[in-house]
């Protein structure tokens, strides 16, 4: 008499099969949840201290990136304006607005709003905004259209494929330098060929060696 009912091998070899392919599986879930909005944190709006809201003050009033941002020229970071470049409006608009109490808070007490970052690259990734901007990378090609939104929010994944994809053929992405911060700029023909025309005249090479970003 059997020990074991007919088929036990079977169902054991099967319980193996799936045993080792649980690693596998739970490895390719993982990947896939990594570079879904869901791992990237896209589309998720970020909630502030002060209720900014760039459709106003980049839509309506046509306040250039530049104006708050210009450290985005000159280095590696875009940083936030101190509280004395809102109250250079808010001295006289809204000035007793408690929403924009915080602000003024922060100009007398000469402490800065403790602003919530909505782009953070791992502490391994090396970024450096000025070269970017200086070769013909458009602001809204990594940041979507800000002066859309009333909270902003993360809209390109920035994992090391989505960055090495513009590094590998950057042409579809240049505009003029003088377009950079242009949020409404569209290419007068073929974007390729725009792009082909900027990198020529700028050099733009983009390097995809692992120390570039990876120091």
């Given at each position: 008499?059997?020990?074991?009912?007919?088929?036990?091998?079977?169902?054991?070899?099967?319980?193996?099969?799936?045993?080792?392919?649980?690693?596998?599986?739970?490895?390719?879930?993982?990947?896939?949840?990594?570079?879904?909005?869901?791992?990237?944190?896209?589309?998720?709006?970020?909630?502030?201290?002060?209720?900014?809201?760039?459709?106003?003050?980049?839509?309506?009033?046509?306040?250039?990136?530049?104006?708050?941002?210009?450290?985005?020229?000159?280095?590696?970071?875009?940083?936030?304006?101190?509280?004395?470049r809102?109250?250079?409006?808010?001295?006289?608009?809204?000035?007793?607005?408690?929403?924009?109490?915080?602000?003024?808070?922060?100009?007398?007490?000469?402490?800065?709003?403790?602003?919530?970052?909505?782009?953070?690259?791992?502490?391994?990734?090396?970024?450096?905004?000025?070269?970017?901007?200086?070769?013909?990378?458009?602001?809204?090609?990594?940041?979507?259209?800000?002066?859309?939104?009333?909270?902003?929010?993360?809209?390109?994944?920035?994992?090391?494929?989505?960055?090495?994809?513009?590094h590998?053929?950057?042409?579809?992405?240049?505009r003029?330098?003088?377009?950079?911060?242009?949020?409404?700029?569209?290419?007068?023909?073929?974007?390729?060929?725009?792009g082909?025309?900027?990198?020529?005249?700028?050099?733009?090479?983009?390097?995809?060696?692992?120390?570039?970003?990876?120091?």
């Amino acid at each position: 008499m059997a020990l074991f009912p007919q088929g036990t091998d079977e169902v054991f070899r099967g319980v193996l099969g799936l045993l080792a392919g649980v690693p596998v599986v739970g490895t390719l879930v993982v990947m896939v949840l990594a570079r879904s909005p869901l791992g990237t944190a896209t589309f998720e709006p970020v909630e502030q201290p002060v209720q900014f809201d760039h459709r106003h003050h980049a839509g309506d009033e046509g306040i250039g990136c530049r104006y708050c941002h210009e450290s985005a020229w000159e280095g590696p970071y875009a940083g936030v304006p101190p509280t004395s470049r809102c109250m250079g409006c808010h001295a006289q608009i809204w000035n007793e607005s408690p929403k924009l109490a915080p602000v003024r808070d922060s100009y007398f007490q000469d402490q800065p709003i403790p602003w919530n970052r909505v782009h953070r690259l791992p502490h391994f990734v090396f970024f450096n905004h000025s070269i970017h901007v200086h070769k013909g990378v458009g602001c809204v090609t990594c940041h979507g259209r800000v002066d859309q939104m009333p909270l902003v929010q993360k809209v390109a994944p920035l994992t090391m494929g989505w960055c090495l994809e513009c590094h590998r053929d950057p042409e579809p992405y240049l505009r003029p330098p003088e377009s950079v911060a242009d949020m409404t700029w569209r290419p007068p023909g073929d974007a390729r060929e725009t792009g082909h025309q900027v990198r020529q005249a700028l050099g733009v090479s983009p390097r995809t060696e692992c120390y570039t970003c990876h120091r």
